[in-house]
């Protein structure tokens, strides 16, 4: 059974500075997502990871992909307030079938 | 580009009522996926369409919850009868497909429509 887990699941940090949120997931994957969401909003699609080594950055967000550990860890640069959310990743199984995400984590960034 | 429309964006009912949710993805998207989203959660796959085929339903609850996608474009997805426990934030998402590159692989999330069942 496909599973999957956030961590940290709350993150509080000081603008400027650096953090790492990890995802691991239970069996074999195809792709993995990471979504943004705002609160009362829907969700923003991130990035989407589908090989071994990938790495996508977009401005203070890099996504990276190690499909034999089954992690994935987004990281943050030099933190801004803005970047206050929940961000969840998301896999997905094996043929394009059942995405499963994770509890998301919650981050505060403070000014 | 439009994005994926739902309707509506907000509803209540009582509990051992129906309600229905419409969704229509984007031109083209051959995937259409509905997640329930309960607070404090992440999205439940509830149900996923390929075109106009069901392509995984495990998690769909389908004593009360039943979904459709005619014509492989627009789906609607009812609660008949709801539970308290069913409200939740019901979401919409679409993907070009579910093979090939990693564009066809992005999913496009709706607004939501959030059900509150008294």
């Known amino acids: 059974e496909l599973k999957v887990e956030q961590n940290p699941l709350f993150l509080s940090m000081q603008e400027g500075k650096n953090y790492t949120i990890y995802c691991n997931y239970s069996?074999?994957?195809?792709?993995l997502y990471w979504y943004r969401q705002d609160p009362g909003k829907s969700l923003e699609s991130l990035f989407v990871?589908?090989?071994?080594?990938a790495v996508k950055q977009e401005g203070r967000l890099m996504a990276s992909l190690d499909t034999k550990a089954r992690l994935s860890t987004l990281h943050i640069t030099a933190a801004v307030h803005d970047l206050s959310a929940t961000y969840f990743c998301?896999?997905?199984?094996?043929?394009?079938?059942?995405?499963?995400f994770g509890a998301g984590t919650r981050l505060f960034v403070k000014a | 580009e439009a994005g994926v429309a739902q309707s509506p964006r907000y509803k209540i009912i009582e509990k051992r009522q129906s309600v229905a949710f419409w969704c229509n993805p984007i031109?083209?998207?051959?995937?259409l996926y509905w997640y329930q989203q309960i607070l404090g959660q992440g999205p439940k796959l509830l149900i996923q369409?390929?075109?106009?085929?069901?392509?995984?339903d495990s998690q769909l609850p389908k004593d009360r919850f039943s979904a459709e996608r005619l014509k492989g474009v627009d789906s609607t997805l009812k609660i008949q009868p709801a539970k308290l426990e069913d409200s939740a934030v019901y979401l919409c998402?679409?993907?070009?497909?579910?093979?090939?590159?990693?564009?066809?692989?992005?999913?496009?999330f709706g607004p939501g429509t959030r059900l509150t069942v008294t």
């Open positions: 998402a679409s993907s070009l497909g579910t093979s090939g590159r990693g564009a066809f692989y992005e999913q496009y």
């Open positions: 069996t074999t994957s195809d792709r």
């Open positions: 990871l589908l090989s071994n080594g």
């Open positions: 998301a896999v997905g199984g094996t043929g394009g079938f059942k995405t499963i």
């Open positions: 031109s083209g998207h051959a995937t």
């Open positions: 369409f390929q075109n106009n085929g069901v392509v995984d």
